[in-house]
């Protein structure tokens, strides 16, 4: 199977400011990766190059191509929802769907159909007329019914309500598990994304500060919370991250062996939240 | 080009106006027919009934009049169409999501300005001549009982010569497309250009170059480019000239039409190029903008 994404150097200047800065990183095929950052961190900067839908500086391949050059192409293959609501409020359900038929050779009308079936949306109801997580229902369903190797999700549920946030992504999963392709999303809930992500990016001003897959996070990090008579020894083991909780000391360490740890206090593996935190404020000037 | 029906079906979507309007008129005219219909006809000669050797041109009279108010609100909305059809998905940010369908920038310019510029001015058509063949069958019907030097109103219709004033202003039309789509690709440039109020821009650059030429150079130049040249437009593709177009005004025969004259004009090739660039930058400047 080949590389879904291959960025490398990818670097975007607005003016003075870099949004992306050297930025280097793949994802193979059938992964969930989770692009995870601040506002204005550069997550939608990382996604418009990879859509083509902004010029860039170094090199990107989606799916061996160009995504500038090759925008048409790439968009039959590629599937994209931004993270707001940007489908018009002019267009009803069924003209969206008709619509999407029209012009996109792998769209699936029964996929959608059944997608929706299970809401309770309308279809002559005008986009205008229908609730932000009926919209991204809408959305989502045109969208898995595309037989896409490629989904970029940009905040995908920003705004919406619990129940809304939950079945987006048990929706989501359940296509996914269904039929293999892979997923970039990015997101500042990472709490409610954690447990389905195979890969995630931290991205911090511009600058990537952790590349890993999940399964390799208990092996690489260590959450230790340290027994009060052992805190001078554990810092001695320079953690990247100290933070202090109800008077409890709490450190992070990368790449430290666990038996070492395991004497100083409590050991666990940090949460993707957890981490995410302590790495952007490790990384702060 | 399987998607082509379904791209241009969207513009009809988003905006309405487009097909409502004209069906709006052609019911108002239709109506006004049947209501106000019934006429005493005069023709010239200080208010006396017809009476000369040839025929008033009724058939002819009927199919202009008719389609006028449908030409003019044509062509104001398709003004207002090209003007907003690539602003407007900025705007309400939607452009993200027809950018994220394998439909190119390119193509997308190319639908719009073929729906404002050839379907609207066509559609204009199609529906005057149906709505007016319509009109003079309620106005013959009103009227079935007037009669002028002793002939029946009923015997100066003319279905060649109706059909004759159609091709004529068909043919006007399409002569209009080519002259004027430099006029609507400066729209589309406009509207993919603009941040805010593309209808502004469109107006108010023109406007005041031709103001600024006028006053510092005492010149005219570009308000020449800017007015339309329409009566230059009558007179290369009719073969008229602007001033005695009104005194000819009786005489609709195909030979008016002069598309040898008008292809032969440096202003339309000119203008064309003109047409060409700018649809090329709003394709381009589409492709490019990165204000989402």
Not at chain 1, 238 to 255: D, H, Q, S
Not at chain 1, 259 to 265: I, P
Request: glycine share 6%; proline share 5%; with cysteine.
């Amino acid at each position: 199977m080949t590389t879904i994404v291959e960025a490398r150097d990818l670097s975007k200047r607005y003016g003075k400011f870099m949004a992306l800065d050297r930025v280097s990183f793949t994802l193979q095929p059938g992964r969930i990766v989770g692009l995870i950052g601040r506002n204005g961190a550069g997550k939608t900067t990382v996604l418009k190059t990879i859509l083509g839908l902004t010029p860039y500086q170094g090199s990107v391949q989606v799916l061996g191509m160009q995504p500038e050059r090759d925008r048409n192409a790439l968009m039959s293959e590629v599937c994209f929802i931004a993270d707001s609501a940007v489908l018009p409020r002019w267009l009803t359900v069924a003209h969206a769907i008709d619509y999407v038929a029209g012009v996109h050779p792998r769209f699936n009308r029964k996929r959608a159909d059944e997608v929706l079936a299970t809401t309770s949306m309308r279809r002559q109801s005008r986009i205008g007329e229908l609730s932000k997580g009926m919209i991204t229902q809408l959305h989502l369903a045109l969208i898995l019914a595309i037989d896409a190797r490629l989904l970029v999700l940009d905040e995908p549920t920003l705004g919406l309500d619990l129940i809304y946030r939950r079945q987006f992504y048990d929706t989501l999963l359940n296509d996914y598990i269904d039929q293999e392709r892979t997923i970039l999303l990015t997101t500042h809930q990472v709490e409610e994304v954690e447990h389905l992500l195979t890969d995630v990016l931290f991205i911090d001003r511009g600058r990537l500060v952790l590349d890993a897959a999940t399964d390799d996070l208990a092996m690489r990090f260590q959450q230790l919370t340290v027994a009060p008579d052992k805190i001078d020894a554990a810092r001695a083991l320079e953690p990247f991250y100290v933070r202090e909780v109800f008077g409890r000391t709490i450190m992070l360490f990368e790449n430290k062996p666990a038996a070492g740890l395991a004497a100083l206090g409590e050991l666990a593996t940090p949460g993707i939240a957890d981490l995410f935190v302590a790495k952007i404020q490790a990384a702060a000037p | 080009m399987k998607a082509l029906p379904i791209q241009i079906q969207r513009e009809f979507w988003e905006h309405r106006g487009l097909w409502i309007v004209p069906l709006v008129i052609a019911a108002v005219m239709l109506l006004a027919a049947a209501i106000f219909g019934h006429v005493n006809l005069t023709f010239g000669n200080e208010g006396r009934p017809y009476d000369g050797p040839n025929p008033p041109p009724v058939a002819e009279l009927m199919a202009l009049g008719w389609a006028v108010p449908f030409y003019l609100a044509a062509a104001i909305q398709a003004a207002a169409f090209l003007i907003d059809c690539l602003y407007g998905e900025r705007r309400d940010r939607s452009i993200l999501f027809w950018r994220s369908m394998p439909v190119t920038d390119a193509r997308t310019v190319l639908v719009k300005l073929l729906v404002g510029l050839v379907l609207v001015p066509l559609g204009a058509f199609a529906l005057a001549a149906a709505s007016g063949l319509l009109g003079c069958a309620i106005l013959a019907l009103r009227n079935h009982d007037v009669v002028i030097n002793g002939l029946s109103l009923l015997t100066l219709w003319n279905t060649a010569a109706w059909l004759r004033m159609q091709a004529i202003m068909l043919y006007g039309l399409l002569a209009a497309m080519l002259w004027y789509a430099p006029f609507a690709a400066y729209m589309m440039l406009i509207s993919v250009w603009a941040r805010r109020s593309p209808y502004a821009w469109a107006l108010l650059p023109p406007v005041l170059l031709v103001v600024f030429e006028h006053m510092v150079f005492g010149t005219h130049y570009i308000g020449r480019i800017v007015n339309g040249g329409f009566g230059e437009f009558l007179h290369l593709a009719y073969g008229l000239k602007a001033a005695d177009a009104p005194g000819r005004i009786g005489s609709y025969s195909l030979q008016l039409l002069s598309p040898a004259q008008l292809l032969a004009s440096q202003r339309l090739w000119w203008g064309l190029l003109a047409a060409a660039v700018m649809v090329a930058l709003a394709m381009r400047l589409r492709r490019d903008r990165d204000d989402s």
